[in-house]
């Protein structure tokens, strides 16, 4: 049984606390309180450190990786993310097909990714099919239905869109199948889910702490490095967001107040610019560090609410929105439903309920004490775990190595990024350059040597 403590007097018991009742304002011999107060839950907060010298964090760290933790922030994750893939496939689909048709059937050439110069173009009407099936992923996504054949379709095909044309790179869509490869391998079906309730999958009421720590890690990844990459004079300069603020749609507030010719000064501009820099490369700290988590996460979502009205950069907002819950405390849903328990039963005047909830809160019932995770020798922490929890290790460290050293390889590539592209994509370097040019054919006629332009 999960240990439990209670927050007023500190003590700790390895027994669940009985369900409260209020002895004094029993009625008919049956309390008006009845089961408020469900018994200890086999789960715990994410794991703190015991202090100690830097040199054992690893093993600290490898065996807070396995700590079984509340699995309700990855199920809404999930709901969430399968939600915004599906909004993200509609957008295809509207009009008749009008953007599938456009960028994917129109042009005459495109442009092919190394080795993958085999994928093969679809007509309209395969992309007719191909849309549909992939919203139906995102539903059974969302649902746990046939989680893991869901989770690697849609992967696949997503996979399959994003190869179509190299001239269509967009960061966020290989934030995309980069987040979507990570879910086929996560448990986030085992609760809540289609699967689960009928009988595909053994429920389970609790996941390791890797499913959380590992969505954190991918995020705080995609803000770090946008942070380094805007480290640069152009940007500093407030380049090119002079060019691009005035000419964007206009700030829902600025219109409200008419105030419309604020977002054409420099002053805006260079706000906007310093302070995506130091958002992008400081706020995963602040979402990790519990006190300054809410502010930072208000922070994210005015940051991305800004972009999608003035830059209307698609469904990348959306996308960063969903995972940044992750970074709350893993039952958080839990949090915010005793939270509108207690205060409605306040409203209605049911005292004895608010009260039995408050004190559940107290007796860390619904909350078991937070484990915390000792250092010692990481081969020992190493050896100490299962077959396939070495496995889901041995994964986690080559998948976090390559998203950490990729945004790097430009460093070894001759010339400035800037000019050459030699790693911009996958490094996380977005908005920060805007190139146009003009393109004139000469043509040499065979017949009698007449130049046409």
Not at 143 to 149: D, K, M, T
Not at 231 to 259: K, S, T, Y
Not at 373 to 382: C, I, M, N, Q, W
Request: proline share 6%; charged share 15%.
């Amino acid at each position: 049984m999960m240990p439990v403590t209670n927050r007023r007097t500190g003590k700790t018991s390895d027994d669940a606390a009985a369900p409260l009742v209020d002895d004094d304002k029993d009625v008919g011999g049956e309390s008006k309180v009845h089961t408020a107060v469900p018994s200890a839950l086999p789960y715990s907060p994410a794991p703190t450190f015991v202090p100690g010298p830097i040199s054992e964090f690893p093993s600290r760290f490898v065996r807070a990786l396995f700590v079984e933790v509340a699995p309700h922030s990855v199920v809404l994750l999930r709901v969430f993310w399968g939600l915004v893939m599906f909004y993200e496939m509609t957008t295809y689909m509207k009009n008749d097909y009008y953007k599938a048709e456009r960028y994917l059937v129109r042009p005459g050439y495109m442009f092919k990714y190394w080795a993958f110069e085999w994928i093969p173009r679809m007509d309209l009407e395969s992309w007719k099919i191909f849309f549909p099936v992939m919203s139906c992923f995102a539903v059974m996504f969302a649902v746990g239905l046939l989680y893991y054949i869901a989770a690697f379709g849609f992967f696949l095909g997503f996979a399959f869109l994003y190869l179509q044309d190299m001239g269509l790179y967009l960061n966020h869509f290989y934030l995309i199948m980069v987040l979507n490869l990570a879910y086929c391998f996560m448990p986030a079906n085992r609760v809540a889910s289609v699967d689960a309730l009928i009988g595909l999958v053994k429920p389970a009421r609790s996941m390791p702490y890797w499913t959380v720590w590992f969505s954190q890690f991918l995020i705080s990844n995609v803000y770090f490095w946008a942070g380094v990459a805007k480290m640069n004079e152009d940007w500093i300069r407030c380049q090119p967001l002079v060019q691009w603020v005035p000419q964007a749609r206009i700030f829902p507030a600025l219109r409200w107040f008419g105030m419309e010719w604020v977002q054409d000064t420099t002053e805006m501009a260079c706000a906007m610019s310093w302070m995506g820099l130091l958002l992008d490369t400081f706020v995963p700290f602040f979402l990790y560090f519990a006190p300054t988590r809410l502010l930072a996460f208000t922070a994210t979502l005015f940051f991305h609410y800004t972009n999608k009205m003035m830059l209307n950069i698609g469904v990348f907002p959306y996308v960063m929105v969903a995972i940044s819950f992750i970074y709350f405390e893993p039952d958080w849903p839990l949090a915010i439903g005793r939270f509108f328990r207690y205060h409605t039963a306040r409203i209605r005047g049911d005292t004895e309920y608010a009260r039995a909830v408050l004190a559940a809160e107290d007796a860390a019932v619904l909350r078991p004490s937070r484990p915390t995770v000792r250092g010692g020798s990481l081969g020992r922490a190493v050896s100490a775990l299962s077959f396939s929890q070495k496995a889901t290790l041995f994964i986690l460290c080559v998948f976090c190595f390559q998203q950490v050293s990729f945004p790097l390889r430009h460093h070894f590539y001759p010339g400035d990024v800037v000019w050459t592209e030699e790693g911009h994509r996958y490094s996380w370097r977005m908005k920060l350059r805007d190139k146009s040019g003009m393109l004139r054919y000469y043509i040499t006629s065979k017949k009698d040597g007449n130049v046409y332009s």
